[in-house]
């Protein structure tokens, strides 16, 4: 079965490759330019976090988009403003201009990441959800760390890297716009409110939020910290794509093990390693190849917290909330990502390169002391009502959540109903 769903959405992943090479490319660019151009820290801060501005804004908006136009066309209008947002770059080099098109980048990528993720939840079924998942997972974290590497492909003073980006951009539009497929219907749904998520699941709220603050800060900032730190052109994209390469190597074991122990004891654990790995890079040379490899270790502890977070908050949901929570938990995400690369950037133009790194280690540090707290003021969920853990990249949309709650849904009412067959049988 899944080799046939495979054949109707190969274009689909062929055009999400693309987006996610134009997507990690552009970041570490535009943030590395800004700081070259002579933007300030807090300035390039103010940059990168609109970006994810934009993408909540896209997240939560965009499938109204899709029941006015449809999939293809909003996936071929989204694509197109994001490549030319890219172009706009080269043509105004100018903080607003830039902040302006970050926040329309950001809303673009988040529309065509809500329709293949939508297109594939809806090709998917019970017995496949969770291998398109995971290929979904596999596809979007290695077109962002390959995105990175192409960081050194051409000098980033020129325009050339820019360009680069706005023709992956405009190349990922070919795939699905010349293939036969049917796009899925598009349905309405609830979101469960603020208060009820937080209520219901603080613990996954909390963690949510803050491992965003960290995959804003790095993706949006890291760059920046190590053009300052004296980073060459090859040794940054060696940085970044590390650490995007580990957390998503990472995610397996680490999902493993929290399905068969209390998920939020694993994220104190990882809460742990990274703050000893940020000790140790406090004292290492940044140009040095200890530095790089420890940055990527401190990745594979940092990165699967989000996930983990959102099995930990779907463990806490009935069936039936998981659907209606997924836009509630992707506000708290976008609300941490955003917070990350502004709060990061005064701190730096404030006190100096160094407090990305104790930036990070804080975050941490705070996160561990209060899922540590919650352990102890709440019982935890029992191992054999756990829903399986997914992987899943560290920027989602609703939609995406949406399938991973299904996929845990449709796990628990497989396990209810062989519960109730047991019984019967006795």
Not at 92 to 105: E, G, H, N, Q, S
Not at 314 to 335: C, H, K, W, Y
């Amino acid at each position: 079965m899944i080799n046939n769903i495979l054949k109707t959405t190969w274009p689909l992943f062929l055009g999400l490759a693309f987006l996610m090479l134009g997507n990690g490319l552009q970041g570490t660019l535009v943030s590395w330019r800004a700081n070259f151009e002579g933007f300030s820290s807090s300035t390039t801060g103010w940059i990168m976090t609109a970006y994810y501005l934009g993408f909540l804004a896209g997240s939560l908006l965009t499938n109204k988009l899709i029941r006015q136009v449809g999939h293809i066309r909003v996936f071929a209008a989204l694509a197109s403003l994001a490549s030319t947002a890219v172009l706009v770059q080269i043509l105004l080099i100018d903080p607003v201009a830039w902040i302006f098109m970050r926040l329309i980048t950001g809303f673009s990528f988040a529309g065509v990441y809500v329709v293949v993720e939508s297109w594939l939840n809806a090709r998917a079924d019970n017995d496949s959800r969770g291998r398109i998942l995971s290929l979904y997972m596999i596809v979007s974290y290695g077109g962002l760390a390959g995105g990175q590497l192409l960081f050194k492909v051409a000098d980033p003073t020129t325009f050339n890297l820019f360009l680069l980006s706005s023709i992956l951009l405009s190349v990922a539009l070919i795939p699905l716009l010349v293939t036969r497929v049917a796009a899925p219907l598009e349905e309405e749904s609830e979101s469960m409110s603020v208060l009820e998520l937080f209520k219901t699941a603080h613990t996954g709220v909390v963690s949510i939020t803050l491992t965003s603050i960290v995959s804003g800060v790095v993706l949006g900032m890291g760059a920046v910290y190590a053009a300052n730190a004296g980073m060459s052109i090859s040794q940054t994209a060696v940085f970044m794509s590390v650490f995007i390469a580990m957390g998503a190597a990472a995610q397996w074991p680490v999902g493993w093990i929290s399905d068969k122990f209390d998920r939020r004891l694993v994220i104190v654990v990882l809460c742990a390693l990274s703050v000893a790995f940020i000790a140790v890079l406090y004292r290492l040379d940044p140009q040095s190849t200890a530095f790089i490899v420890i940055f990527g270790l401190f990745g594979a502890a940092a990165l699967p917290v989000y996930s983990l977070s959102i099995a930990h908050t779907n463990d806490r949901l009935r069936p039936e909330q998981m659907t209606s929570a997924s836009s509630t938990m992707v506000l708290f995400s976008g609300i941490g990502a955003a917070a990350g690369p502004i709060t990061v950037g005064y701190l730096t133009a404030a006190f100096g390169n160094v407090w990305f790194l104790l930036y990070l280690g804080a975050i941490h540090v705070v996160l561990g002391l209060l899922v540590l707290y919650f352990i102890f003021q709440r019982e935890a969920v029992p191992d054999d009502e756990q829903v399986d853990h997914q992987l899943m990249a560290s920027r989602i949309t609703p939609v995406g959540l949406e399938a991973v709650a299904l996929d845990a849904e449709e796990s628990a009412n497989e396990e209810d109903d062989a519960e109730k067959a047991v019984k019967k049988g006795m």
